[in-house]
């Protein structure tokens, strides 16, 4: 993965949406170029849109998958953010191919890559260069230490054993100590491998980068969140810090000094971590420290702790039921899911969350990944729902539709933090759901529906011999003989409900909800009951109530799409 950064020596104030501008050429180019030369690039597998709920989290089985027909192969040629961008290869030597293609288009549009240039010469007579702020990282595939140390300490054969347990075995099973020479270790034998080195490019160098930060997050060689964690920590240690002279103030409630402490520490301390692959020892290590803090909120010693046989559930419960460290991390994790399940099928997002590389993995347990730490806390949120089964592969057909009701997930996501409060039923467990389709695809879906009358009766003829469209059909109000499936109490709080009252299902679309308000609105409406009241069967009041549940509805789904 490597990591580009431009430079220019412009300083007019739209120079930012210039550059924007131009990267969207330069990713244009870059594809064409790319293809030109026959680029090796990173093949990702997943579900096709239609087919979406058949995805799974994690666990793929890619030989059975790719069996499947509604699976689909697609590329990702690089990442772009403002004006940085990353690019994924799959080695060093189609890096380096690939990073004097960069640094030649960039060119070309009158830009620069930043690379290290040369600014004198060391003591002993090499060349200097200055910092480069393009970088690259190497990602070690699985057992690639073990390997190393094998092949490093072979001749002088005094390789441990205990070394290569350490380098084996799970971190969840080693102390901290060995956590930290683990680490060391590591570090050694990466800044020793080859693949690390330099790379010289026209004018200048590149180096390798074996931890950075961007947008808040750290980012490892490694793939572990631990250096990420410890900042977050002390991020939140130095807010607690800042606010001492608040919270030691006598004049202040608790219960203010809790909001204060969720609104700023709490919020310091789990940025980002919906990205975390959590293991059982970093939330130990969160849980400590957030106990920490709420005994100094609480004026708690330690001697009490152990005299009174203090226990953590009942310092939370003295701190207005403090979340566990748990609960907290789950349920921001959950958010994060559901506007993924919810958000457009373009989202990349949305695509990444069930794909997968078709390759053959290595003996032994994977490396936790972000995937696998949403697939536990999904297990805990669906905890006490007795109607959903969470597999062990995180499939989407057991919960997919559950997320696409926000006010139900949101529901799940309050008992998570707080179990005192009643499950939510589901809304409607057989319902089937289209997803939100992008700017450009809703445009033409809603000119479809516009000219399409299938709503109001048969098929319209030709153009040309268009006739005037039939009255609609009203809706089962409740004097029908049709026995209702909504629940009135439900219609502006549920889209299953909401939908059902104006006659349509869950994959109808923006344009044909919003035709057919209008349409049982007129129908409906108490003024216009003089004239309708025959056809709908109902007498003024019940008019006006169904009137009423219309426009509930119409409100709710206006807000959800």
């Known amino acids: 993965m ?32 790319w293809s030109r030369t026959n680029m090796e690039r990173i093949t990702f597998t997943r579900e096709s849109d239609d087919t979406y709920p058949n995805g799974q989290l994690f666990r793929h089985d890619w030989k059975s998958c790719i069996k499947s027909d509604g699976t689909i192969d697609f590329t990702i040629l690089l990442l772009m953010y403002c004006d940085d961008m990353a690019i994924p290869f799959s080695s060093r030597d189609e890096m380096i191919k690939g990073m004097l293609m960069v640094q030649q288009l960039l060119s070309d549009l009158g830009l620069q890559m930043h690379v290290g240039k040369p ?63 683990r680490v060391s270790l590591e570090d050694e034998l990466y800044d020793a491998c080859e693949l690390t080195n330099e790379v010289l490019l026209n004018g200048g160098r590149i180096t390798s980068a074996k931890r950075f930060k961007y947008l808040g997050k750290i980012m490892t060689y490694n793939l572990r969140d631990d250096d990420a964690i410890d900042a977050r920590i002390a991020a939140a240690s130095k807010a607690m810090g800042a606010l001492k002279h608040f919270f030691n103030k006598k004049q202040v409630s608790l219960y203010s000094k809790y909001l204060i402490f969720l609104a700023i520490p709490i919020n310091l301390l789990l940025w980002g971590c919906e990205s975390w692959a959590v293991r059982v020892d970093h939330v130990n290590k969160i849980e400590r420290f957030i106990q920490r803090q709420m005994r100094k909120l609480l004026n708690i010693n330690m001697l009490q702790v152990k005299d009174e046989h203090i226990t953590r559930e009942q310092i939370r419960e003295r701190f207005h039921n403090m979340s566990s460290a748990q ?45 696998e730490a949403l697939h536990d806390s999904l297990c805990r949120l669906m905890l006490d729902v007795q109607e959903i089964n969470i597999d062990r592969r ?74 005037a469209p039939q009255p609609p059909t009203p809706p089962s109000p409740p004097s029908q003989q049709r026995r209702r499936r909504y629940r009135e109490e439900n219609v502006g709080r549920i889209l299953w409900d909401s939908f059902d009252i104006l006659g349509l299902d869950m994959s109808a679309s923006f344009a044909t909800t919003r035709k057919r308000y209008r349409q049982l609105a007129r129908l409906y409406h108490p003024d216009q009951h003089h004239t309708t009241g025959a056809q709908t069967g109902l007498d003024y009041e019940q008019t006006t109530k169904h009137f009423q549940l ?12």
């Open 327 to 371: 609960a907290l991390i789950d349920g921001r994790k959950m958010q994060l899911l559901g506007k993924v399940i919810r958000s457009e099928v373009t989202s990349i997002a949305r695509i990444l969350l069930i794909a997968f590389i078709p390759n053959t993995r290595h003996i032994g347990r994977p490396l936790k990944c972000c995937r």
């Open 119 to 181: 600014i004198g010469t060391n003591d002993d007579g090499s060349i200097k260069y200055d910092v480069s702020k393009t970088e690259f990282t190497f990602y070690p595939p699985p057992c690639f230490f073990k390997d190393q140390i094998k092949t490093r300490w072979a001749i002088a054969d005094h390789t441990s054993d205990n070394t290569i347990v350490s380098l084996s075995s799970d971190m969840e099973t080693l102390s901290e100590e060995a956590q930290d020479e």
């Open 2 to 33: 490597c990591k580009v950064t431009t430079q220019s020596h412009d300083t007019d104030s739209d120079f930012s949406l210039s550059i924007m501008c131009f990267m969207s050429v330069f990713a244009q180019l870059l594809e064409k170029e």
């Open 550 to 561: 219309i426009a509930n509805a119409w409100e709710y789904l206006e807000s959800k799409f």
């Open 394 to 467: 995180g499939s989407l057909i057991d919960w997919y539709y559950d997320a696409l009701c926000p006010s139900f997930w949101n529901s799940l996501i309050r008992h998570l933090k707080d179990t005192s409060l009643p499950v939510p039923p589901r809304p409607n467990p057989d319902a089937s759901f289209r997803p939100r389709r992008g700017p450009r695809r809703r445009a033409r879906q809603s000119n479809r529906d516009d000219d399409d009358n299938q709503d109001d009766g048969p098929v319209s003829p030709p153009r040309q011999q268009r006739q």
